[in-house]
């Protein structure tokens, strides 16, 4: 069984690096815009950037409120364009030639009360940490 973390990114982090990420394990925020029960499908959105978010390992999703901010931990993946999920919302979904990533979601979570400008602050704080400890060689 793999047992690996699941990296804090942001839905940024995935449209600049999302050739080099897929197959990782993430936790991004966001809230859902969009859900398709018959598809299993959603489309996860912080500011302008929006991700597909396959949601068959989550069971029933009847209660998703486009105003609750998630975090959602699972796997990238790429998923043909030709899928009929890919076309069914309207969204700036990250795409590479015939493919597009998604988020094989494992996890849901309501983190609403969570104080959004002070995690972006904490999350910078860690990966300046993390930089600047490899550049030491630990």
Sequence with gaps: ???????????????QHDAAM???????LGCFKHFDPVLNMAVLSYGALDLLV???LLGVMD???????YQVV????????????????NANIPVIG?????????????????SV?????ALKVRRD???MRANLNF
Excluded: I, Y
């Excluded at 069984?1 to 449209?15: C, G, I, P, S």
């Excluded at 400008?117 to 602050?121: G, M, Q, R």
């Design 63 to 69: 209660r998703h409120n486009p105003k609750v901010l």
């Design 98 to 114: 015939t493919q597009t990533v998604v988020l094989r979601a494992k996890l849901t979570r309501n983190v609403d009360g969570l």
């Design 54 to 56: 396959d949601t068959s």
């Design 74 to 89: 699972g796997d990238l993946e790429w998923l043909e364009r030709s899928h009929r999920a890919v076309g069914t919302f």
């Design 117 to 121: 400008p002070l995690f972006e602050k």
């Design 1 to 15: 069984m793999d047992k690996r973390h699941a990296e804090v990114v942001t839905l940024a982090d995935v449209h």
């Design 129 to 131: 940490f993390t930089t």
């Design 22 to 28: 897929a197959g990782a394990c993430v936790r991004v």
